[in-house]
């Protein structure tokens, strides 16, 4: 069972434009929500994180907007650049202590941005 | 220093061999995780651990053990691994979260694993 659900799969997106990419969680333990960027033959790198208590976070171009009644949380890539194409997954994690610091990802999406 | 190392980056090893992997953070980090990735899919969780001690095993086959020396160091020794096991290992640590409070993983750039 997918905890984490990613969309979409993949994205094209010119240069300059807006890249958004969307994720949906069930689990209400969950409290702690990363964005990892992922170019290929390399480790996920963490970009951008979000806790429950904010309704939006901002770094540089990159935006997190959080809906914790909807249990959803969304990544804005603005002014799009080539060097974005990468892979990203959003990810989250539980707050309890025994469930360890576990994180569960989302499927991933593949963003494509053409100069 | 804000990485993590792994070595190898890259390994080809035939179905009866025996390897290891290795992973090594000096920021301090007191748990550590290993983590299997296929092409196009996300990391998936193998092993995690807290103050060198295994917290979490998910389910992974015995063909596969963990071990953690000390602090800064992480090992998968590998032996009679299967085809399907070839993928992107990585390794990855974070701060402990022994208060609850959750923080984000600084991953490694992976040992590429192809059993033949």
């Known amino acids: 069972q997918q905890q984490v659900k990613q969309s979409p799969q993949s994205l094209i997106v010119q240069k300059g434009g807006i890249s958004i990419i969307n994720c949906a969680y069930e689990?209400?333990?969950?409290?702690?929500f990363p964005w990892y960027q992922q170019f290929p033959g390399k480790g996920p790198a963490l970009l951008i994180a979000?806790?429950?208590?904010?309704s939006e976070k901002k770094e540089g171009r990159f935006t997190i907007s959080f809906n914790k009644s909807a249990k959803q949380f969304s990544l804005h890539i603005m002014d799009s650049q080539p060097g974005d194409s990468a892979t990203y997954f959003c990810?989250?994690?539980?707050?309890?202590?025994?469930?360890?610091?576990?994180?569960?990802f989302g499927g991933g999406t593949r963003v494509l941005v053409k100069p | 220093d804000t990485e993590v190392t792994q070595t190898p980056k890259h390994l080809v090893m035939g179905m009866t061999n025996k390897k290891s992997l290795k992973c090594e953070q000096h920021?301090?980090?007191?748990?550590m995780y290993w983590y299997k990735q296929k092409a196009k899919k996300p990391p998936e969780l193998m092993f995690v651990?807290?103050?060198?001690?295994?917290?979490i095993n998910e389910s992974v086959p015995s063909r596969f053990s963990p071990e953690c020396p000390n602090s800064s160091l992480l090992n998968l020794h590998l032996h009679a691994l299967q085809p399907e096991d070839s993928a992107l290992y990585l390794c990855?640590?974070?701060?402990?979260?022994?208060?609850?409070?959750?923080?984000?993983?600084?991953f490694g750039s992976g040992t590429r694993l192809t059993v033949v």
């Open positions: 990855a640590s974070s701060q402990e979260t022994r208060t609850g409070t959750n923080y984000g993983y600084t």
């Open positions: 689990n209400t333990a969950f409290d702690y």
């Open positions: 979000i806790r429950p208590d904010v």
């Open positions: 990810a989250a994690n539980p707050t309890s202590k025994a469930a360890g610091n576990k994180l569960t």
């Open positions: 920021m301090g980090h007191r748990a």
């Open positions: 651990y807290s103050y060198e001690k295994l917290s």
